[in-house]
T-cell receptor, first 114, second 114 residues
Framework: EAQVTQNPRYLITVTGKKLTVTCSQNMNHEYMSWYRQDPGLGLRQIYYSMNVEVTDKGDVPEGYKVSRKEKRNFPLILESPSPNQTSLYFC?????????????FGPGTRLTVT | AQSVTQLGSHVSVSEGALVLLRCNYSSSVPPYLFWYVQYPNQGLQLLLKYTSAATLVKGINGFEAEFKKSETSFHLTKPSAHMSDAAEYFCAVIRIQGAQKLVFGQGTRLTINP
């Protein structure tokens, strides 16, 4: 089944404790992206990647890191989480132009930082 | 800059009634437009997309949307609401250069009354 998977689905952590949210897609998509969803603010892009070893900042990159060492994986790293990073996070992938720029979303990771 | 405005953060209809969710966009170039649905505790699922082909776009679950350039609108409709349609719906426009960022509206929560 073609899908985007994220792990963990739920995470409660404390301020300053490094964490990684994994994202993997099995559709051979070149493009991948991370969004966060907050009440009243909608979904905002954190980072994106056009291909392996090519990443760039989105609208709200502060406090986050990403890497793209393999085409299928795009982990989101919070080196020192803070309470304002409590949010619902979505990973997405896209075949870009060949697929009409449609983005496929993972199930989400609900992160709480205390 | 591209943007999307969804009119009405909450829409309530009776089962069997017409569903109309409004979306207006702003774009300096011909837009690619999308409607996504988010069921509780799930990720975003693509309902339909407009990519400059037919102006009336049919999607999954009986939904359709009409692209009206003169009105800069892309409203989502379904002739007869079903209880399973209760969810949050997001209109989005994509910037296809660079970040390929989906710019989302604030979302419309659809409630179906029995």
């Amino acid at each position: 089944e073609a899908q985007v998977t994220q792990n963990p689905r739920y995470l409660i952590t404390v301020t300053g404790k490094k964490l990684t949210v994994t994202c993997s897609q099995n559709m051979n998509h070149e493009y991948m992206s991370w969004y966060r969803q907050d009440p009243g603010l909608g979904l905002r892009q954190i980072y994106y990647s056009m291909n392996v070893e090519v990443t760039d900042k989105g609208d709200v990159p502060e406090g986050y890191k990403v890497s793209r060492k393999e085409k299928r994986n795009f982990p989101l790293i919070l080196e020192s989480p803070s309470p304002n990073q409590t949010s619902l996070y979505f990973c997405a992938s896209s075949p870009s132009r060949t697929g009409g720029y449609e983005q496929y979303f993972g199930p989400g990771t609900r992160l709480t930082v205390t | 800059a591209q943007s999307v405005t969804q009119l009405g953060s909450h829409v309530s209809v009776s089962e069997g009634a017409l569903v109309l969710l409004r979306c207006n966009y702003s774009s300096s170039v011909p837009p690619y437009l999308f409607w996504y649905v988010q069921y509780p505790n799930q990720g975003l699922q693509l309902l339909l997309k407009y990519t400059s082909a037919a102006t009336l776009v049919k999607g999954i679950n009986g939904f359709e949307a009409e692209f009206k350039k003169s009105e800069t609108s892309f409203h989502l409709t379904k002739p007869s609401a079903h209880m399973s349609d209760a969810a949050e719906y997001f209109c989005a426009v994509i910037r296809i250069q660079g970040a390929q960022k989906l710019v989302f509206g604030q979302g419309t929560r659809l409630t179906i009354n029995p």
